[in-house]
């Protein structure tokens, strides 16, 4: 690895604009430069650089960073070789030095990528296996599936190939039993789960023939968590983008899909869809294809995503498979011709919800008619809403106010409830938003953004990641959004970040910003306290009020 303070020194003496400028044309337009954006065709400029904060953003197709990242993007490298071009550029030598961080467990990770690989290689079975289930060399290969043989072979390997035990034990390789260390992957097909920048996190293994449990994914570990990443999304983010993703449900559905040519596909890790998953998704495109099995099952897996995506803001559309059948058997069966007759034929939430419940008395229609506007409720577009409001009170010849009406706060399910004293959802992350926006570009303000525990109430997951990098690193020199972009791992979290530097430029002074944390705390000590209170914990409550009123007493002490 390079050393840290080597890539610190080539970030600050690298000038993002004569940078850019190097590879386009970019004019002066007030403090920033513009130009037409590279990562994507466009007549009108919308590329702008930003020599004060050594950032870039393009407000057309959404790509922003600082110069590492843009040197990946253009040169198509990964972050050692971006920085060793721009250390070229500066003429700064870089030598290569131990690993750190989380760096020991992706090598782990890779070193056991490779050993299921050449098992592939040995075993008839598993060859045959993946053959039957009409996978070419080049699907294999790009995904790179493997094989965990029976025995405890990955352990007795782990020494031949510079691995301990202990981090296998950390990468959920091994697992502990009464007699032992034991292979957690045995006479399975295995698949690899990538992180959005490509590194392997973790793996997912399926038997060869129908025992239970069919699937098995890696236990959580310091650098995979299950419910925030969806098998095949590295190989399909470049293509989710102009193409709508479809989300189906098992791995050789996607892979029978990727097969025929359809790359833009991608799969919960064989449990129900997460809203961070869904989040993940929406940062490339804000519609999905919902591809289920044609089965009972199938159809109330749906149900749920569907709730799970307008939530988070992505507008499913519902393809409808046949009876009996799932996307692996259907495109076998009806090919591309066929598989794309149904993408075109797919259904909004309102149709497939109708259509799946089939209300005939007036006591149906009226649950239907409930049913759909909670869903309505939740979605934080307000066009969207309101004609998603328009078409059901059309359908069942009812005022379109009946399907808007109500507590405009409310929501279905577990997240009911979440709102700032009757500041909607959408409202509140917008706030969160403004406060991490500001505590990112000035290290007086993180400072302060620690000491008042921003990252604890911050609900949205990109923002709270940003959150925490924001108290654990702000004391750095060269703090800012340069460095925090670096330490993102997933393009599109730098690319948000990115963008506060042309649209959150407006910072607040340090005592205004600090009050309007105190009060926003003091808000969300209120909704602990009541959730607190409603659980009995009755000395939680109390340790809450105490801080509660220290809070409010400094601000209005402040005020005046």
């Known amino acids: 690895m390079i050393k840290p303070e080597v890539i610190e020194q080539i970030r600050e003496e690298t000038d993002i604009v004569a940078l850019v400028g190097s590879y386009l044309p970019l004019k002066k337009v007030g403090r920033n430069y513009r130009g037409l954006c590279p990562f994507h065709s466009e007549r009108s400029p919308s590329f702008y650089v930003s020599p004060e904060r050594q950032s870039y953003h393009c407000f057309g197709c959404g790509a922003g960073g600082n110069a590492f990242t843009f040197i990946m993007a253009y040169e198509k490298v990964d972050f050692p070789e971006a920085v060793k071009i721009l250390a070229k550029r500066l003429g700064i030598k870089v030598a290569e030095t131990f690993s750190y961080g989380n760096q020991p467990l992706y090598e782990v990770l890779e070193l056991v990528a490779r050993f299921f690989e050449e098992n592939l290689t040995k075993s008839i079975e598993a060859q045959s296996y993946l053959k039957k289930r009409g996978l070419s060399r080049a699907t294999i290969k790009r995904f790179r599936l493997g094989f965990a043989p029976a025995g405890n072979l990955l352990r007795g390997a782990g020494k031949k190939l510079g691995v301990s035990e202990e981090h296998l034990l950390r990468a959920g390789l091994l697992f502990k039993k009464e007699n032992g260390l034991i292979d957690y992957f045995r006479e399975r097909i295995v698949f690899p789960i990538f992180s959005p920048s490509g590194k392997i996190i973790g793996f997912s293994g399926r038997v060869l023939d129908d025992s239970e449990p069919k699937y098995l994914n890696s236990p959580d570990s310091p650098v995979f968590h299950k419910g925030e990443i969806l098998y095949g999304f590295f190989q399909a983010k470049g293509y989710i983008r102009e193409e709508v993703p479809i989300l189906v449900e098992g791995n050789f559905d996607l892979l029978s899909l990727v097969e025929r040519g359809i790359n ?273 914990k009755e000395k939680e409550v109390e340790s809450l009020a105490r801080e509660r009123e220290v809070l409010l007493k400094d601000v209005v002490k402040k005020e005046g």
């Open 264 to 536: 833009n596909v991608v799969a919960p890790l064989g449990t129900a869809l997460t809203v961070n998953q869904a989040l993940l998704l929406r940062r490339y495109n804000r519609q999905v294809f919902l591809c289920f099995d044609g089965d009972e099952a199938g159809e109330k897996a749906c149900r749920r995503t569907i709730e799970v995506f307008l939530r988070a803001g992505v507008e499913p559309q519902i393809m409808k498979l046949p009876e009996g059948r799932d996307p692996d058997s259907y495109i076998r069966e009806a090919g591309i011709e066929g598989f794309s007759l149904l993408m075109r034929q797919a259904v909004d939430f309102v149709d497939f919800i109708v259509g799946m419940k089939r209300g005939k008395t007036v006591g149906e229609k009226r649950g239907v008619i409930s049913e759909l506007a909670g869903l309505v409720r939740i979605m934080s577009d307000e066009t969207a809403r309101e004609l998603f409001a328009n078409k059901i009170a059309q359908l069942f010849q009812i005022n379109r106010h009946l399907i808007l009406s109500g507590d405009s706060g409310e929501r279905l399910g577990p997240d009911s409830g979440k709102e700032q004293r009757g500041v909607p959802v959408s409202l509140n992350r917008g706030i969160e938003e403004k406060f991490v926006a500001a505590a990112s570009q000035d290290k007086n303000l993180a400072q302060i953004a620690r000491e008042l525990k921003l990252s604890e109430m911050v609900e949205d997951e990109c923002l709270k990641r940003i959150a925490r990098l924001i108290e654990n690193h702000y004391d750095k020199s060269g703090f800012g959004l340069a460095l925090l972009i670096d330490m993102m791992e997933d393009e599109a979290d730098r690319s948000r970040i990115a963008q506060w530097a042309f649209t959150e430029t407006n910072l607040p002074k340090e005592e205004e910003f600090r009050i309007r944390l105190q009060r926003f705390r003091a808000r969300w000590l209120h909704r602990q306290i009541e959730a607190a209170h409603r659980a009995g």
